[in-house]
C-alpha cells in the first residue's frame, strides 16, 4: 500500500478515474514510521499551496468580459472546482481582484481604491482586450486607461475580447502556480 496516495486517488472523478479538477498534491514527502508516518515540508509551501487552493475573488466587471466572468464560474465552468468557491462582493475578504472590461478615467481611483483595501497577499488579473490594453475603444475616445497595469499592478492577463471562459479558468490556475512556487 502507497503511505502517499495522491490527491486523484482520494478524490476520483465522476468517472471514476482522476479528477480533472484535483488540487496539487501536499507539498512535501511523508517518511513512513511504525504508528503511521511523519510528514517533512517547509512551512513556506505549505502556505503558498494552502493560498493557493483558497483564493476568494472580487470581481470588477465592467462590460462584455464581465458576462463571459459570470459564466465561468456557473455550472457549465464552474471555477469552485479548482478553489475559488466564494466571490466577495467587498475588497475587504478578497484575495485576487478580476478586472473584466473597460477601464474609464474616472473608474480608475476606484480601482486603485479597492485594490488599496485589499489585505496582503493581493493578486490581480486583467481580463480581456480593454483590461490589458484599452481594446477597441482606446484609440477612438480620450477617456479610456489604456490597460490595468497603469493603474494597479497585474499578476497575469488575460488575451481575447472577450475572452472565453476557458482562458479565465487558464489564467486562475497559472496564478495557482504562481503562487505555490511562493514567485507573488
Avoid at 32 to 48: F, Q, R, S
Avoid at 103 to 115: C, D, E, G, S, W
Avoid at 134 to 143: A, D, H, L, Q, V
Amino acid at each position: 500500500m502507497d503511505v502517499n496516495p495522491s490527491i486523484n486517488e482520494v478524490n476520483p472523478g465522476p468517472s471514476g478515474g482522476p479528477s480533472e479538477a484535483a488540487p496539487k498534491s501536499f507539498p512535501g514527502e511523508v517518511h513512513p514510521t511504525a504508528g503511521g508516518g511523519i510528514l517533512v515540508t517547509k512551512l513556506d509551501e505549505v502556505i503558498n499551496w494552502a493560498r493557493s487552493n483558497s483564493l476568494w475573488p472580487l470581481v470588477f466587471g465592467t462590460s462584455c468580459c464581465a458576462i463571459e466572468m459570470m459564466s465561468t464560474a456557473a455550472a457549465k465552468y464552474d471555477w469552485s472546482r479548482f478553489g475559488f468557491e466564494v466571490a466577495r462582493a467587498t475588497p475587504r475578504q478578497a484575495d485576487v481582484i478580476i478586472i473584466a472590461g473597460t477601464i474609464v478615467n474616472k473608474m480608475a481611483p476606484v480601482l486603485k481604491r479597492l485594490y488599496d483595501q485589499m489585505a496582503d497577499p493581493k493578486y490581480v488579473i486583467a481580463m480581456g482586450a480593454c483590461a490589458t490594453s484599452g481594446g477597441p475603444f482606446f484609440y477612438n475616445t480620450y477617456s479610456v486607461v489604456k490597460g490595468a497595469d497603469h493603474v494597479i499592478p497585474v499578476d497575469v492577463y488575460v488575451a481575447g475580447c472577450p475572452p472565453r471562459p476557458e482562458a479565465l479558468l487558464h489564467a486562475l490556475i497559472t496564478l495557482q502556480e504562481k503562487i505555490r512556487k511562493g514567485a507573488s
